[in-house]
C-alpha cells in the first residue's frame, strides 16, 4: 500500500523534471524535433542516455489532479547497423484530496536496425 507524501513526491518529481531539463538544455532530444521532410532521429550507431519528462492537470468526470511522467531512455549500439533502446517510465498520479500515488511503467527493451542509410 503506497503511504502518503504529496509534498515529498511533488518534490522529487518537480527535481526529475528539473534534472531532466537542464541535461536537455546542452543538446535538444532530436526524437522530439517536429518538422516537415526526412526524420531528425539519430542513426542506430549513436549511444545516448536521456531523461523525457512530462505533466499534465486533468478533470475528468469530477476527478481532477495531475499525472507525472519521467522516461529514462539508454540508446546501445550493438553493432554498426543494430542498436537497443531501454526505456524506464516512472509514474505518479496526484488526486486532489487523495494522496500520491507512484509507480513503474512498462519497460521497454527495442530492437533497432539500420536498413538504409543515405548520407
Keep these: ?3 502518503s507524501h504529496p509534498r515529498t513526491t511533488r518534490t522529487l518529481v518537480a527535481w526529475a523534471i528539473l534534472a531532466g531539463c537542464l541535461a536537455g538544455a546542452q543538446r535538444t532530444a ?3 524535433e ?3 521532410g526526412p526524420s531528425r532521429e539519430p542513426l542506430v550507431i549513436t549511444p545516448r542516455a536521456g531523461i523525457e519528462t512530462g505533466w499534465t ?6 476527478n ?4 507525472y511522467d519521467v522516461t529514462a531512455r539508454l540508446d546501445v549500439r550493438a553493432s554498426h547497423i543494430v542498436g537497443l533502446r531501454m526505456l524506464l517510465p516512472v509514474y505518479a498520479l496526484d488526486l486532489d484530496g487523495s494522496s500520491t500515488r507512484v509507480g513503474l511503467g ?3 527493451l527495442r530492437l533497432r536496425v539500420l536498413v538504409l542509410d543515405d548520407h
Design 34 to 36: 517536429m518538422s516537415m
Design 1 to 3: 500500500m503506497a503511504r
Design 106 to 108: 512498462d519497460a521497454e
Design 57 to 62: 492537470r486533468f478533470d475528468l468526470n469530477g
Design 64 to 67: 481532477r489532479g495531475d499525472f
Design 30 to 32: 532530436r526524437a522530439q
